[in-house]
Structures are given as structure tokens and as C-alpha cells.
């Protein structure tokens, strides 16, 4: 493969890659500093917000990002750098040695990198299910939330949001079918029709949760890195100019917030 079409399939295999957190690609979000591909051998150099984002986070987009450009047919030599963390010289070494993250931090890896992908992955997927429904009750005036329970994956419009829930659900391995009910649990039950305003409220804030941490980091990397705001991608508009998600304002009573995130595992420091 010539250099310059292993450097535009390294750029493609790097928007796969995602911060587990703010559920977008690193390649969107500007954390790519530099790639560089010749005779085989593929070097990237990734940045960050701050020099103390979790090393966790920062561990796990970097063995990512070594996991799917060591994937492409014409990289023979794949080396992934974290640029200005407090734990650039630890995680480079342990990617570098193809360590894992429990030989790579010891003793301080007090997860399991899977489990950590997993929490990720279900904060994404009610996110992502929170999005493409309170689309379809601004598209349909007449549907009220207590009938979602009723609505499968059919009967969502083939739009971007969509398409994301449903690359969520395979993720977890939730079913797909366009007659799989399209407000589920992280298990993949229906949300029984008295508890839908409740579920649909925390499903929310945990979107504006993501998105609120996605453009607070985007705007801490062009303070730290102006020079970054040119590989930043436009984030999307969630709402329409001026307009206010379905039950905007409303709040979940924390005893019912902790309930309902308890099993998910939300919290993670």
C-alpha cells in the first residue's frame, strides 16, 4: 500500500475510535495531533484536553486507536504516542510493549478496561435512544411520552440519530429488529408504560450530561491547543435554532435519579 493511501485508511480507521466519555470520534473531537505514514510504518500522536484527563480515558483511545491501525492490511508498524499527560511515559510504555492497561498501571488499575468500555456503552446507548425519540415526539405532535413504550425501531424515521441508536444497541448486543421496541433498559426490557416519563427524563439528562462534556473538552483543547480548533469536526445541532428538547426544565427527584442509574453503574471517577 503507497504511503499516501495508508495514511487516508490510518485517517478512516482512526474515525472508528472513540472517547468512551463523550461518545464521539477522536478524529471529530481534535485529539489527533499528527499521523504519519511511510513504508509501512504508521506513527500518530494524540492529545488531550488537559494533562489530567483520566488515565483510564486516555489509555483506552490510545489502545484503540493501536488496535485498529495495527488492523489496517498495509501497516506493518504501528506506534501510538500520547503527547503532555501527566501519564504520557507510563502509557506510551505499556502500548509500546503491548502490556494491557492491568501490567501497563498495576496496581492502580482498579477496572477492568472492558467493564469501563461497558459502562461507556450503555451511557452512550441511552443517550443516543433519548436522542432519536424526543425527535420522533417533535416530528409527531400527537404521540405523548407515555406511548413510546409502544414504538419499535420500525417506526423511527432512517435519519442520523437513528442510525446511531441502533450502531449503540449492536454494540451491547441488544436486538436490532425493526419490531424490537425502541425504549429499553440496558438489558434490553421494555420500560414498563407508568415508569416511561421517569426513564425518559434521566435518559435525558445523561444526553445533556455527554454533550455538555463534549463541549466543555472541545473548548479546553483550543485553549491549551489553539491550533486544534482546525481539526475539530462541527458538532451537529441537536434542536432546531431556538428550539427546547421535549421536556426541557424538568428534573428527576434524586431518590429516582440514583435508582435508575444505580444498576447501569453511572458513576465513574
Same mark, same amino acid.
Do not use: Q
Given at each position: 500500500m503507497w504511503a499516501a493511501q495508508l495514511e487516508v485508511a490510518a485517517r478512516a480507521a482512526l474515525d472508528t475510535v472513540y472517547d468512551p466519555e463523550l461518545d464521539e470520534p477522536v478524529t471529530d473531537l481534535g485529539f489527533v495531533r499528527s499521523l504519519t505514514?511511510?513504508?509501512? =510504518?504508521?506513527?500518530?500522536? *494524540?492529545? $488531550?484536553? @488537559?494533562?489530567?484527563?483520566? !488515565?483510564?480515558?486516555?489509555?483506552?483511545?490510545?489502545s484503540d486507536a493501536k488496535d485498529a491501525l495495527s488492523a489496517l492490511p498495509g501497516a506493518r508498524e504501528v506506534t501510538v504516542l500520547l503527547d503532555d499527560h501527566h501519564d504520557?511515559?507510563?502509557?506510551?510504555?505499556?502500548?509500546?510493549?503491548?502490556?494491557?492497561?492491568?501490567?501497563?498501571?498495576?496496581?492502580?488499575a482498579e477496572q477492568d478496561l472492558e467493564e469501563l468500555r461497558g459502562i461507556f456503552r450503555r451511557k452512550a446507548h441511552t443517550a443516543a435512544m433519548e436522542r432519536a425519540l424526543t425527535a420522533l415526539l417533535r416530528a409527531r405532535p400527537d404521540l405523548a411520552e407515555e406511548q413510546l413504550g409502544d414504538v419499535v425501531l420500525g417506526d423511527l424515521p432512517d435519519t442520523?440519530?437513528?442510525?446511531?441508536?441502533? =450502531?449503540?444497541?449492536?454494540? *451491547?448486543? $441488544?436486538? @436490532?429488529?425493526?419490531?424490537? !421496541?425502541?425504549?429499553?433498559?440496558?438489558?434490553?426490557r421494555p420500560c414498563p408504560r407508568g415508569e416511561i416519563p421517569l426513564r425518559l427524563r434521566f435518559a435525558r439528562s445523561v444526553r445533556i450530561s455527554i454533550d455538555g462534556n463534549a463541549h466543555f473538552c472541545r473548548g479546553l483543547l483550543r485553549t491549551r491547543y489553539p491550533q486544534s480548533a482546525a481539526d475539530q469536526s462541527a458538532r451537529p445541532?441537536?434542536?432546531?435554532?431556538?428550539?427546547?428538547?421535549?421536556g426541557a426544565g424538568e428534573?428527576?427527584?434524586?431518590?429516582?435519579?440514583?435508582?435508575?442509574?444505580?444498576?447501569?453503574?453511572?458513576?465513574?471517577?
Open positions: 505514514a511511510e513504508d509501512g =510504518r504508521v506513527t500518530v500522536h *494524540l492529545r $488531550l484536553p @488537559t494533562s489530567f484527563c483520566s !488515565p483510564n480515558f486516555a489509555y483506552l483511545m490510545a504520557s511515559d507510563l502509557i506510551n510504555r505499556g502500548l509500546a510493549a503491548d502490556a494491557g492497561y492491568r501490567d501497563t498501571f498495576g496496581h492502580e442520523s440519530a437513528t442510525r446511531a441508536l441502533l =450502531r449503540r444497541r449492536a454494540a *451491547l448486543g $441488544l436486538g @436490532t429488529a425493526p419490531a424490537d !421496541p425502541a425504549l429499553v433498559d440496558d438489558d434490553g445541532e441537536e434542536f432546531p435554532a431556538g428550539g427546547e428538547p421535549v428534573t428527576v427527584p434524586a431518590g429516582e435519579l440514583f435508582r435508575l442509574s444505580a444498576p447501569a453503574k453511572e458513576n465513574v471517577s
